[in-house]
């Protein structure tokens, strides 16, 4: 609202200087119909701006003015000196009122009656009493031309192009080092100017959005609907004349969501959903575009019905319903299509989806949407960046080179030695870069270039919404700083770049659309938004993944993926059966190694290095083949082991390795067929998860992080040194990292001692797990 308020203080004093004038001409030749239109048209604008920004005394001068200018322009009264007397005063007031509003000083409103009055016919004049206006704040703002705007950023643009064109021609040619720091001083004034010139074209989204709350409520209204309205980053920053182009797609877009996707109160209740419908519009930055969502909760896309219009207009429905599930509703998009029987003001006409995207895919964006059929449509319209200067670094795949917003770069790495390293999780590539692993993407196979088989020497570290992966390239070239300009639709709508730029050597280079790129390759980063009016469900923990891999004795197992840092291929000369057990020599130290099977022959063998946080095992198997999803039941093992149970994957029977016993190497079995519930506290419950959960299901508990309504702990399990005996009235069982307890009174459990654990939770669980 202050932004507006200032451009309302803006507008109307520019209109005053303006008309000041004109109000002089008008006193001297009352009759003259031109200036009476231009007094009338201030007015009246300051009459409907004051509506809007709730500024009462301004809005009661102007309305009685207004009122007063709309009789002579009907000629229903005369322009007589009295009255044009009358209309100055109050025009004059008018600017003393912003000058105070600006200033933020108080102003009297006495002689404001006598002001409208004296409006009235046959009043007498009154002599507008001048109170002392309040200091004006000397002006910081011009307005200027659009087309002044985009002639001073084409002229950074040339100018960008050249500061780049010169750079590269002293450093092939050589340069004396005065004249290169010539070059870089220009080069940061440049940069200055190009930032001031692109500020100068931004303006906030809002200004987009603030016509939707009164848009929705009408439309609404004539369709007896109740539809509560979201806007979520209004202070999003778009070009202005993007805004401008986008206006029209968004209107029909929101009254599409309200007409077709949400339901009428009846219907709602029938469905068990809430009457009022809700309506959310979303802007966001991702990278190098703006991406607006406007999603509902109504009743999706019925891609179906889509199927049953198109074919009565003569296509085959057989082969439209042979489409893939995104293809059907890519109908949507078909020209002429409405799904209304009947026309009204809102839809029916066959206006509709397709000339929204014509008009998005005309600047340079597309159209994503993802539909949950009785639950809602998401649409999400992603607007790169046009006519603007970025910094960018360019990454080369084979003879080809592409350009990637710095914005969106975290690092940029060279594959080799301990800290940065790529394993092959089954066919799942991964790379660690200093202990964090993340996925990898090779860019030459992603834009379907001929892939190679050697590893890649380059990672750039890219970041977009919800998490990061790595990009495989073959070379790093310069840092640039381009014009981006939208390319061609059919580019475009791959998702796979944001635009196109022409960089100092003179050949055409494609920005990449980083996040794109990770959705083509299969990366889905979830953000979830939960409804605060949705009613609470049970609590369900997250299920964690685990690595499907065939072990030496043939039998395909599982094992968490938290518990392993790495897959490493070494040599079977690295192990060795000594001092009781075998051993393997890896980075310069020797690990304790497990195994189910010979290694027999084998020159090479795989090793799952697993660690607890402290402590570090090898495992040794065949070949890793998948990461997956580990199922909620687990059918414990009979006898304590290295296999804590088995799991049941795609109908197959899966044995699921123990990893407490692979690292405490001892415990017992105890089963029960109604088990108590141990609930798992604490700081560590992401350990404890880990390695406790397999081993006390075994032993017949039901292991829970978090307790569903109802439900009630028999016994509490935590790693906080501080916790009480009791957590209301479940007794507490207290682990520790270390073998020794801290003194007399510790009576806490060393978390690796299977034995001690299970007898004292058996014990404070009140013998019930026996």
């Not at 130290?589 to 697993?610: C, F, K, M, Y």
Request: glycine fraction near 8%.
């Amino acid at each position: 609202m202050d932004d507006l308020l200032q451009e309302f203080i803006a507008e109307t004093r520019e209109t005053l200087e303006a008309l000041s004038g004109e109000i002089i001409a008008w006193e001297s030749d009352p009759s003259d119909r031109h200036r009476l239109d231009a007094i009338f048209r201030f007015v009246h604008t300051v009459k409907g701006s004051c509506g809007f920004l709730d500024l009462p005394r301004l809005a009661r001068l102007s309305h009685a003015a207004e009122d007063v200018l709309a009789a002579v322009r009907s000629d229903l009264r005369e322009p007589d000196t009295a009255l044009v007397n009358a209309v100055l005063a109050i025009v004059d007031r008018i600017g003393e009122i912003v000058e105070a509003i600006d200033a933020g000083a108080a102003l009297d409103d006495t002689g404001e009656d006598l002001l409208i009055a004296a409006l009235d016919k046959g009043a007498a004049s009154v002599a507008h009493a001048s109170v002392p206006a309040a200091q004006r704040a000397p002006s910081r703002s011009v307005r200027l031309n659009v087309d002044l705007l985009d002639r001073m950023m084409s002229g950074m643009s040339d100018m960008v192009l050249a500061r780049n064109e010169l750079a590269r021609r002293l450093r092939d040619d050589g340069a004396d080092p005065a004249v290169e720091a010539a070059l870089e001083r220009l080069s940061l004034t440049v940069a200055e100017m190009r930032d001031t010139v692109t500020r100068t074209r931004m303006q906030k989204i809002d200004a987009l959005f603030s016509a939707l709350p009164r848009m929705v409520r009408d439309t609404a209204a004539e369709l007896g609907k109740t539809v509560t309205l979201h806007v979520e980053g209004a202070d999003v920053e778009l070009d202005r004349e993007m805004i401008e182009m986008m206006r029209d797609p968004l209107v029909h877009m929101v009254r599409n969501s309200i007409d077709h996707g949400i339901e009428t109160p009846a219907q709602r209740r029938a469905l068990g959903k809430r009457e009022s419908g809700r309506l959310t519009v979303a802007a966001r930055q991702s990278g190098n575009q703006i991406i607006i969502e406007i999603s509902d909760d109504g009743q999706g896309i019925d891609t179906d019905r889509l199927i049953a219009k198109i074919a009565g207009s003569g296509r085959s429905e057989r082969d439209l319903r042979a489409l893939s599930d995104k293809a059907k509703l890519d109908l949507v998009f078909e020209a002429g299509l409405s799904t209304k029987d009947e026309a009204t003001s809102i839809s029916g006409r066959g206006v509709g989806m397709d000339v929204v995207r014509a008009n998005i895919e005309q600047i340079g964006g597309r159209i994503d949407l993802d539909n949950s059929p009785g639950k809602g449509l998401r649409i999400a319209i992603h607007v790169p960046l046009t006519l603007s200067i970025i910094s960018t670094i360019g990454v080369g795949v084979g003879a080809q080179r592409f350009a990637i917003s710095r914005q969106a770069i975290e690092e940029i790495v060279r594959v080799g030695g301990d800290a940065i390293r790529i394993d092959m999780l089954g066919d799942t590539a991964a790379a660690t870069v200093r202990e964090r692993r993340m996925p990898l993407v090779d860019l030459s196979g992603t834009l379907g270039m001929t892939a190679t088989l050697a590893p890649p020497s380059m990672l750039v570290i890219v970041s977009v919404v919800g998490g990061s992966y790595a990009l495989a390239v073959d070379s790093v070239l310069d840092h640039e700083e381009l014009v981006i300009k939208p390319a061609a639709p059919a580019v475009m709508a791959t998702g796979l770049y944001a635009g196109q730029t022409l960089p100092d050597s003179g050949l055409p280079m494609l920005l990449l659309d980083c996040a794109g790129i990770a959705s083509a390759a299969g990366l889905i980063f979830h953000r979830e938004i939960i409804s605060e009016d949705d009613e609470p469900e049970a609590v369900e923990a997250e299920r964690p993944s685990a690595l499907l891999f065939d072990d030496l004795d043939g039998v395909r197992r599982l094992v968490p993926l938290s518990v392993i840092d790495r897959v490493e291929p070494v040599s079977a000369d690295a192990i060795r059966f000594a001092a009781g057990r075998l051993r393997l020599s890896i980075d310069g130290r020797i690990i304790p190694l497990a195994t189910q099977g010979e290694i027999g022959n084998r020159l090479d063998v795989s090793v799952l290095r697993l660690r607890d946080g402290a402590m570090e095992i090898g495992y040794a198997i065949a070949d890793a083949l998948d990461i997956v999803t580990l199922p909620d039941t687990i059918a414990p093992a009979r006898d304590v082991g290295p296999v804590a149970g088995v799991v049941s994957l795609d109908d197959e029977q899966i044995e699921l390795l123990d990893v407490h016993w692979l690292f405490a190497t001892h415990g017992e079995e105890n089963c029960q067929e109604s088990p108590p519930l141990c609930l798992i506290d604490g700081a560590d419950t992401a350990w404890m998860t880990t390695f406790l959960k397999p081993a006390l299901e075994g032993a017949g508990y039901k292991v829970a992080t978090k307790l569903n309504p109802g439900e009630a702990a028999a016994v509490v399990l935590t790693m906080d040194s501080g916790a009480p005996a009791r957590i209301g009235a479940a007794p507490v069982v207290r682990l520790r990292q270390d073998r020794s307890a801290s003194g007399a009174n510790d009576d806490s459990i060393y978390r690796y001692d299977r034995g001690a654990l299970l007898a004292a939770l058996a014990e404070r669980a009140g013998g019930r797990a026996q």
